[in-house]
């Protein structure tokens, strides 16, 4: 096979997965899928991974967030949508499902597990679903957290999603009953 050929069999292929994306050759808007190629991969433009149900653009090969908070794009290419509506929604089903345990905090832009931008890593990601953090993210953080526990070990800080509307019920799917008998991080039983 040629190199060619091989390029035309993946863009094919890619076309076959994403149809919305044109031929995968031209730029295309999208909708990440569960069987999007870049599905949990990390955006080089903004340093988070790419998660189902995020508006992505294409261009041939290269992949980037179209998402206002994240900011990879240009205003134009965000669309609007009706946030009073979507505010209003998500009222209603945190009100109807409450966390088990430990109140969800919602990170904010200069919350330290967010990922920065340029060269490094990604940051922190969630222990359960492997995804970045993200501007608005309702997460609960891990309940050593609090005090300093008697090993006299800093609090691990470890956060886990814990956001229905965004549909990461992490922390739900990790303990149900919303119980931690010991910390993961330090071993420490929560207090």
Do not use: K, Q, Y
Request: net charge negative; aromatic share 6%; charged share 20%.
């Amino acid at each position: 096979m040629t190199d060619d050929e091989v390029l035309a069999f993946e863009l094919g292929h890619e076309v076959g997965m994403h149809p919305l994306f044109g031929d995968g050759r031209t730029a295309g808007a999208g909708i990440t899928t569960t069987l999007s190629r870049w599905l949990g991969l990390t955006c080089t433009t903004c340093r988070h991974t790419f998660r189902v149900g995020d508006r992505v653009e294409t261009s041939g090969w290269d992949v980037r967030h179209l998402d206002p908070v994240l900011n990879c794009g240009t205003p134009a290419d965000h669309g609007t949508g009706d946030g009073e509506n979507a505010a209003a929604f998500a009222r209603g089903l945190l009100e109807a499902w409450p966390a088990a345990s430990g109140e969800p905090v919602r990170l904010s832009d200069g919350d330290w597990r967010l990922p920065r931008r340029g060269p490094g890593g990604a940051g922190p990601t969630c222990p359960v679903c492997a995804h970045t953090f993200r501007p608005g993210d309702m997460v609960i953080v891990c309940p050593c957290a609090r005090p300093v526990g008697a090993s006299g070990l800093p609090p691990c800080e470890l956060a886990v999603h814990r956001d229905p509307v965004s549909g990461l019920t992490c922390w739900d799917d990790w303990r149900p009953d919303g119980r931690l008998v010991r910390c993961p991080i330090t071993h420490e039983v929560p207090g």
